[in-house]
């Protein structure tokens, strides 16, 4: 997915369109450039925050706003920033454009800065699985997603061409909903970070109950995950779904940044199994995500 229309170098940005506090960090996450490592790792859980950065060398910056909390520091003696960005596609859109304006447009002018930070996102995670085969505490790195919210159509873009291949299949074989799109992740941090057990398609899911399949009072219409759970495109199957994948690679590609995400499993939705375990399997993933960094 690539953007096919942006504001230029040095073009100014209204007021209402980007909020700054008074001491010029971005709105919702009061943040500034320098709060802003070029690796980002990104959690949802802000608890997690604090347990990344307790193994740091030493903590620069921290900040805790709403659901966001951003630790800044250095890990084996490289800058990185930690976030928390809630829950959702939308939280992620505004997390990642703040990120993105914290280091590409001056605060004082409003101006789009003519030399362009590229930023590396890792999300680190949690999902469920749709492989009856996959158990729980397995690790799997998100080549591609899908979802929809339709947040990208917000915005001017195209899809590449494996892009567009992936939403045909997906609606040829039973995926055929408003709003669908599919978005690649970062082949270079997927071979940077080579810290999963297993890789393929992920389902974004616009919500944790209904959308994901769960009946609780309601019934929701896609319990049986039939089409999911039976879909193969490019010797590639939906390995799992969580709630912020899709548009994390979306937002990432269309601003020009890289991005991958690992998450951990903690429910099979096929057995019904869930971790015996979750705190040890999320430690997992953190230490062997430390390990690469």
């Given at each position: ?134 158990n729980p505490g397995t690790i ?154």
């Amino acid at each position: 997915m690539r953007a096919t229309q942006q504001r230029q170098a040095l073009e100014n940005i209204p007021q209402t369109h980007l909020i700054y506090n008074s001491d010029g960090s971005v709105y919702h996450l009061g943040i500034r450039e320098e709060h802003v490592a070029d690796d980002v790792w990104i959690v949802g859980d802000p608890d997690r925050v604090g347990i990344i950065s307790s193994f740091f060398d030493h903590v620069d910056f921290q900040i805790h706003r709403r659901e966001f909390v951003l630790h800044k520091g250095v890990l084996k003696g490289k800058p990185l920033t930690i976030v928390s960005s809630g829950i959702g596609v939308d939280n992620i859109e505004i997390l990642i454009s703040e990120l993105d304006a914290a280091v590409n447009v001056d605060a004082g002018t409003h101006q789009v800065k003519s030399n362009l930070r590229s930023l590396k996102f890792l999300r680190l995670g949690t999902c469920g699985t749709l492989r009856g085969e996959v158990n729980p505490g397995t690790i799997v790195a998100s080549s591609f997603a899908y979802a929809y919210d339709g947040v990208p159509y917000s915005y001017e873009m195209a899809f590449s061409s494996d892009e567009i291949s992936l939403m045909q299949a997906l609606r040829e074989q039973g995926m055929d909903r408003p709003n669908l799109y599919a978005v690649a992740g970062s082949q270079g941090l997927l071979n940077r970070y080579s810290i999963f057990d297993l890789k393929g398609i992920t389902y974004t899911a616009n919500g944790f109950y209904g959308p994901q399949g769960r009946s609780v009072r309601l019934k929701s219409k896609l319990e049986a995950f039939t089409a999911e759970s039976g879909f193969e495109w490019q010797q590639n199957t939906i390995t799992n779904l969580e709630m912020e994948c899709a548009g994390l690679y979306a937002m990432a590609s269309l601003l020009g940044h890289e991005a991958m995400t690992c998450c951990v499993i903690l429910a099979n939705r096929k057995t019904q199994e869930f971790s015996a375990n979750p705190a040890a399997d999320v430690d997992r993933l953190i230490q062997k995500a430390i390990a690469a960094f």
